[in-house]
């Protein structure tokens, strides 16, 4: 019973340094999100993929690049590492990107750009 | 102005206490609304959906107010397992998260 699986948990960046957060579903879900969590900031969209083969920006983008590689899997990569990127990030998947779709979350990622 | 605002908090409040959250946002064009619960260190999990006529789970009760943009979370006879950060969140379309209100809950 996985729900939303994503690595690694926890990941020390140095400035620069580029790397990749896995995430996978195993609900056959057709939409993914990648979201970052700051204090006093909340949750906020960084890139989603409404369907296999599509992906969209979502509300802070730059500095970030994801691949839907199929309908299970969606990677949010770092080229160019920055301290800014410190942050929690939370893959998610959800039926469809429509209102009232209940949203499921990964156990998160910490990362520390250093 | 943020999309969705809530009290930060923290609720420090007994065992037993009756709390309320309270939730705006600004997006007129919201059709569905949540409360997410999230707990120290841990992903968000949906507590309950906010219906027009209002809702209740158990202790909880979610009430919507669309013509004050307005949502609200009350938690009766409090339990020390309810200390966690709850998300007020709202859809036009994708979902918007507020940045959440911490309840402590003690003995």
């Known amino acids: 019973n996985a729900g939303v699986t994503q690595t690694p948990k926890f990941q020390v960046l140095k400035t620069g340094q580029s790397m990749t957060l896995q995430c996978a579903q195993d609900?056959?879900?057709?939409?993914m999100y990648w979201y970052r969590q700051d204090p006093g900031m909340g949750l906020r969209l960084i890139y989603y993929s409404a369907s296999e083969g599509t992906t969209d920006k979502g509300e802070v983008p730059n500095g970030y690049n994801v691949s839907r590689l199929n309908k299970r899997e969606f990677s949010l990569r770092l080229e160019s590492a920055a301290p800014s990127q410190t942050s929690v990030y939370f893959c998610a998947s959800s039926e469809a990107v429509r209102s009232g779709n209940t949203i499921y979350f990964g156990e998160g990622s910490w990362l520390t750009v250093v | 102005r943020k999309e969705v605002e809530q009290d930060p908090g923290p609720f420090n409040v007994p065992e037993g206490a009756t709390v309320a959250f309270n939730c705006t946002y600004s997006?007129?064009?919201?059709?569905?609304f949540f409360w997410y619960r999230q707990d120290c260190r841990k992903e968000p999990k949906l507590l309950m959906s906010v219906y027009s006529s209002g809702n209740e789970d158990g202790r909880f009760t979610a009430q919507l107010n669309r013509a004050s943009q307005y949502i609200s979370l009350l938690i009766r006879d409090s339990k020390l397992s309810d200390s966690a950060t709850y998300l007020c969140v709202v859809s036009p379309r994708k979902l918007i998260f507020g940045a959440g209100t911490r309840l402590a809950v003690h003995p």
């Open positions: 609900m056959n879900h057709n939409s």
């Open positions: 997006n007129s064009a919201s059709q569905s």
